[in-house]
């Protein structure tokens, strides 16, 4: 399999790791996908560099694959009819979030059509699209691609449809249906991370410390890099961007103390107001599931890592989000 390049940290590196995640796309093309699959996992979790690859892959395994991220704006369509290629850019004149938005959808009908013009193999992969079409609209989105699966206007030989999401608030309402398979995914093993993290140039700090302020998510070891290894500047512009305001502090600052400690608090004793808000600001990830490696795309995190702020049941998304909220916790004391 050619290994595909991507920009990270102002830098073009090549895909490294998740030989594991990538075997499981080599499973769906040959038997094919039931269900949508629904991916999910931290922000920055390496999600987007996964399925461009899988993408690739799925080339070389003889699928036409449409391939769509409204939130990054970008769309490729290896298809064998260039007039749907063509259909699905043309949704695109406008630069805007509704033409992003438009073209996700536009790219479910251009698979119906894809499919009764070819009936071969095709990859339908949907990369954050939850943002630009609307959390409330998730749910109908993945029941549109089930239909695709269930009620195909032509017969084929196989189909595969994964959408990923890095937004808790849409996995809750996708899984009040049965209309796909959810599929975890965590950060980065320690020996791919450190893969990834060889190839930033110049002084650094050790992998340890990379590890320790990361927990191998690939976004934080990049937003590290761009500030010169200063972390105190990432967790700042996290406190920023997460909206971790002295009214919202002050109001569950009890729990919030317990839970930079033990992430667990949250799910032995605080509010579900205080979880909703947590999810919705994609600071923890609630309600992991077993261990097992068989219920995750990828290597699972550790069953508990207090230093890396992992619980049995939550966690923190980065050890990064965790340090931005105790840092915001001292500055409104």
């Not at 769309?75 to 630069?95: D, F, I, P, Q, T």
């Not at 999401?165 to 996708?174: F, Q, Y």
């Not at 200063?230 to 109001?251: A, P, Q, W, Y």
């Amino acid at each position: 399999m050619k290994k595909i390049k991507l920009g990270f940290a102002n830098l073009e590196v090549e895909f490294v790791d998740r030989e594991k995640a990538l075997r499981k796309v080599e499973e769906w093309a040959e038997r094919g996908t039931a269900l949508p699959h629904v991916v999910y996992g931290p922000e920055g979790c390496g999600k987007t560099a996964w399925l461009r690859q899988s993408a690739q892959l799925l080339r070389e395994l003889g699928f036409d694959v449409v391939y769509i991220n409204p939130v990054e704006q970008e769309v490729s369509a290896e298809v064998g009819v260039g007039e749907l290629r063509k259909r699905l850019l043309e949704s695109l004149r406008e630069s805007s979030s509704e033409a992003w938005a438009r073209a996700a959808w536009v790219a479910v009908d251009v698979a119906k059509e894809l499919i009764r013009r070819r009936r071969g193999r095709l990859a339908l992969i949907i990369d954050d699209a939850f943002q630009a079409i609307g959390l409330d609209k998730a749910a109908l989105y993945v029941k549109g691609l089930l239909g695709i699966l269930e009620h195909p206007p032509a017969s084929y030989d196989k189909i595969i449809a994964v959408v990923a999401t890095s937004e808790g608030v849409s996995l809750r309402e996708i899984g009040r249906h049965l209309w796909s398979t959810t599929d975890p995914m965590w950060n980065m093993p320690r020996d791919g991370f450190e893969e990834l993290y060889s190839r930033l140039p110049g002084e650094k700090p050790s992998p340890e410390e990379a590890w320790r302020l990361t927990g191998g998510n690939p976004r934080a070891l990049a937003k590290l890099y761009e500030a010169r290894w200063d972390h105190s500047r990432v967790t700042n512009s996290i406190i920023r961007e997460k909206g971790l305001t002295h009214h919202f502090l002050k109001r569950w600052e009890n729990h919030l103390r317990e839970a930079v400690e033990d992430p667990d608090h949250l799910w032995h004793s605080a509010s579900r107001e205080l979880v909703d808000e947590l999810v919705e600001k994609n600071l923890i990830i609630y309600h992991l599931p077993e261990r097992s490696p068989e219920s995750w795309i990828d290597q699972p995190p550790p069953e508990r890592d207090p230093e890396l702020g992992i619980g049995r049941y939550v966690a923190w998304q980065t050890p990064l989000h965790r340090e931005a909220v105790k840092r915001a916790l001292k500055t409104y004391q």
